[in-house]
């Protein structure tokens, strides 16, 4: 029973360890956009290929 003692606040350092670490992430931007750079990299790909497209046609770009 006197371990409880011991293990409550330790429990409760841990969670608001984990909270502040949540609330940092959230604050610096880390889950700002989570599915744009899955798209950039397919636009990207898009305009390679219709850059490669306009130069052997002798297109300017």
């Known amino acids: 029973m006197e371990v409880l ?3 409550i606040p ?3 350092l841990i969670l608001g360890g984990i909270l502040w670490l949540l609330f940092w992430a959230v604050r610096s931007g880390q889950f700002d956009d ?3 750079p899955a798209h950039r990299i397919l636009m990207d790909e898009d305009k390679v ?3 490669q497209k306009n130069s052997r046609r ?3 770009g």
Do not use: P
């Open 5 to 7: 003692y011991l293990l």
């Open 10 to 12: 330790i429990s409760l």
């Open 34 to 36: 989570m599915e744009g």
């Open 49 to 51: 290929v219709d850059e």
């Open 58 to 60: 002798g297109g300017t």
